[in-house]
């Protein structure tokens, strides 16, 4: 008898082992589970990071027509370094250079992101003509960009010195900065893309204030 129940008490003890090790497993298989709720979050927080990044046409021609503006801008801004008088002017320049140098990286970076094409540094260079008549100036050929300067009057700028320099260089960006303020209007309106419309919303700001710092200087306040 003794040995029966030797071999039942055994046996007993393997069945309450086996049952311990079946609710560890199941205990396991709750964690995996509450792991893949977790990874579930996680898709959903990146889903949610998708809706977030979403973005419209737009966006897409707000980021392909600023590139070259800004780098307009920044090449007039560069001229300034050793052609302008006032040390207004040159700091003007440099700050518009400061601002618009990185929204230039910004943007191309949007673009690469969306797969759309990012416009060529030649792009900026005038060949676009020039939107409005600029006091003093030949006005050759249009553009459905406001603001861009043609090539004739980058050359013509490119020609001149002091104080010359500094009443050309300082017409020619106010005219340069309202066609920004213009296209930024229109993303902020009508973009979806928060961080453009963000940017857009800088650039009105920003730009703004520089137009009425310009006109100051050239005695139109």
């Not at 970076?109 to 003509?129: A, E, I, N, R, T």
Request: aromatic share 2%.
């Amino acid at each position: 008898m003794s040995t029966t129940l030797h071999h039942l008490t055994r046996r007993v003890a393997l069945i309450a082992t086996a049952a311990t090790a079946s609710l560890v497993l199941a205990a396991c298989g709750g964690s995996s589970d509450t792991g893949s709720a977790g990874s579930g979050n996680g898709s959903a927080s990146s889903s949610s990071s998708n809706a977030a990044g979403a973005h419209n046409t737009q966006d897409v021609s707000f980021a392909q027509g600023m590139i070259p503006h800004h780098q307009q801008a920044v090449q007039m801004a560069q001229l300034a370094a050793d052609r302008a008088s006032s040390a207004q002017v040159k700091d003007l320049a440099a700050r518009i250079e400061k601002a618009q140098d990185p929204e230039i990286s910004t943007m191309t970076g949007w673009l690469k992101s969306w797969g759309k094409d990012v416009p060529s540094s030649d792009s900026s260079m005038g060949s676009m003509g020039s939107m409005g008549s600029m006091p003093g100036m030949d006005q050759s050929g249009g553009s459905s960009m406001p603001g861009i300067m043609s090539s004739a009057h980058m050359a013509e700028l490119k020609k001149m010195s002091g104080k010359e320099f500094d009443t050309m260089f300082l017409t020619m960006m106010v005219e340069h900065h309202k066609g920004a303020v213009e296209m930024a209007t229109t993303e902020k309106g009508k973009g979806e893309y928060g961080p453009a419309t963000s940017m857009a919303d800088g650039i009105i700001t920003t730009q703004n204030a520089e137009i009425s710092e310009m006109n100051k200087v050239l005695g139109k306040s």
